[in-house]
């Protein structure tokens, strides 16, 4: 069972839901992250991964070292993340960034959803992770 309190970029309390701790992207935040991935593909449990905030700008040496360990773990990654799920409320910027998650899906194999509410975010996850949804949106469902 992962333990919320060890966690710091992710926050665990709704598990199998978990949300992306914005305000914890500092310089240098990246080998936390990585902790905190690897921990949570070791429960080789099905979870969704949610942004309901803009994510910072992160320095180099953080999205770089984020990106190969996306590269390195996109198998275990695939299989357990069921979607990352972006809520942006912006309706142009919602189309920037669906076409931004088909890029994603096909970099790191994870499926990527953008809706524009809390709401619909929370009823996407419910689906994922009931097994009633498995088809690869292109934007907001």
């Not at 310089?27 to 099905?46: F, N, R, S, T």
């Not at 953008?114 to 469902?141: M, Y």
């Amino acid at each position: 069972m992962l333990d919320d309190r060890t966690f710091t970029i992710h926050d665990m309390s709704c598990f199998p839901l978990v949300r992306a701790r914005p305000e914890a992207v500092r310089p240098g935040y990246a080998a936390a992250w990585i902790a905190e991935m690897d921990a949570l593909l070791a429960q080789g449990q099905d979870f969704v991964l949610l942004f309901t905030e803009r994510r910072p700008e992160e320095r180099h040496e953080d999205r770089k070292r984020r990106g190969l360990w996306l590269k390195h773990n996109k198998d275990a990654l695939a299989r357990s993340c069921l979607s990352l799920i972006v809520v942006e409320p912006d309706a142009v910027a919602r189309v920037a960034l669906a076409a931004q998650a088909a890029l994603t899906a096909k970099a790191f194999g994870t499926r990527m959803d953008v809706v524009a509410t809390h709401e619909d975010a929370g009823s996407l996850a419910n689906r994922l992770l009931s097994g009633q949804c498995s088809t690869v949106l292109d934007g907001a469902e």
